[in-house]
Every structure is written in C-alpha cells, then in structure tokens.
C-alpha cells in the first residue's frame, strides 16, 4: 500500500516515488503527498514526472492497491518499476486546507451533530442536525474570532480502543472514523475542538484569514445546511 505521507505532514508538497502498480485511470505509488478523495475533501491534483515524460495528475483516488494518481487522459506513463517525483498544485490543495480547518471551527460553533460535509477551493459547507437555523451574523462574528485568535493545530494518533471510550468525539452521524489499522488520527485545534480525522489541516487558524458565513439551507426538517466561502 502507499506510504501516505501527508497524514503527517500536509505541509509537503513534493515527494520522489516508485511506481509500483499501474491502474485504469493512473499510476499507484509507494509513497505520496496526494490526499485520496475522501472525508468530503477533494482530492489533490498536480504534475507527475519521470525520465522522458511528465503527464498532469486531474484527481486522486484511494484504490485496491494503493492511492492511484489519476492522469489526463491519453497523458504518458512510466512503467512499474520507474522512479517518478510527484508535486502538488499547492495554491488548490492550501485552499482545501484553509476551508477544512474551518469547518471544524464551524463544529465547535454550532452545537449539532454532523449529517454531511464537503471541502472545495472556493465554497465549503457542512449540514448539521438542527431543527432552526443558526444566527448568520453572529455565526460570522464567532468564526472569525476564532481565526484571528490563531489557535494552535496539531495532528495526532488514538488507539481504536482510545476512540470507542470516547465517543463524543465522532461529530458525524454518517460517516465512522475507519477503524481495524489500531490507530485513528484526530486534529485538535488548541481549546476550540478535538475529533477524529484524516484531511489536511493549516498548522494554526490565523493561517485561514477572515471567511464569510454564506447561505444557510433549510435541507429538512432536522437539517440546516451552513456554507462559508473565503473573504478575499
């Protein structure tokens, strides 16, 4: 399987890879800095390059063998075996980022449980269990204090036991942290929240800058959905 190295340090933006299996849609490596769809984060896009080629990497999937680094369509590609580097569209992947890290400032806001979520570059949202919506302006005023406030953000590591006795944490309805590898990794942002996830995170809020409370949804009668978008 490949070896995820953003999970420890979203910070990476490049790395040197072997090419150890070819899928339909791309290439699987050992190692990589590309986040896999998944969690409601996109997945990363990029360049790919190898003795005599180089091709655009569109998407990034978790596949049977591996992540697979998805290619343009009729792009170049190495064979098993070849040594390629892998770098990431930053400027894209820093948005993911800066939107994910605020929406777990939305969670420690609006006291709800999670029923959906969805990180893009340029408007994110998360739908919360809730039977009123949630006052817009305030909602604004309180998220970006929190920003401002630059709050630490640390990536960490639980038990799967550690997890089960806290179950609190789990926000989301939905979906379950995956479990079965003996440890889940959380994000806590110093004083504001603590919960299991896998996405890729700024090191601390004031990174985010000042976002803006969108529209809020009625989506049900139990389901308000809150979407921000950066104030630029």
């Not at 990363?44 to 596949?63: E, N, R, Y």
């Not at 893009?120 to 817009?136: H, I, M, T, W, Y």
């Amino acid at each position: 399987m490949t070896e995820e190295l953003f999970r420890e340090d979203s910070y990476l933006k490049s790395c040197d890879a072997t090419v150890v299996a070819l899928a339909d849609e791309g290439v699987v490596l050992d190692r990589t800095v590309f986040y896999p769809t998944g969690g409601g984060q996109p997945g990363d896009s990029g360049v790919l390059k190898f003795p005599g080629g180089g091709a655009q990497i569109v998407d990034t999937l978790k596949g049977d063998d591996g992540i697979v680094h998805v290619l343009d369509e009729g792009a170049q590609r190495p064979q098993v075996g070849d040594g390629v580097s892998v770098e990431l569209d930053w400027d894209r992947r820093h948005k993911h980022m800066r939107m994910h890290t605020t929406l777990h400032l939305l969670c420690a806001l609006v006291d709800g449980q999670i029923t959906g979520a969805q990180v893009g570059a340029d408007k994110s949202r998360v739908d919360f269990n809730l039977s009123e919506s949630p006052d817009k302006e305030a909602l604004g005023v309180a998220l970006n204090k929190l920003i401002a406030e630059n709050h630490a953000v640390a990536l960490g590591w639980i038990s799967d036991e550690e997890l089960d006795a806290q179950p609190d944490l789990v926000r989301s309805m939905s979906v379950q942290p995956p479990r079965g590898s003996g440890r889940v990794r959380t994000v806590n942002i110093d004083g504001v929240d603590l919960q299991p996830c896998g996405g890729t995170h700024v090191a601390a809020t004031g990174e985010i800058g000042p976002m803006r409370i969108g529209k809020i949804e009625n989506k049900g009668k139990q389901n308000r959905r809150i979407n921000i978008l950066f104030d630029e």
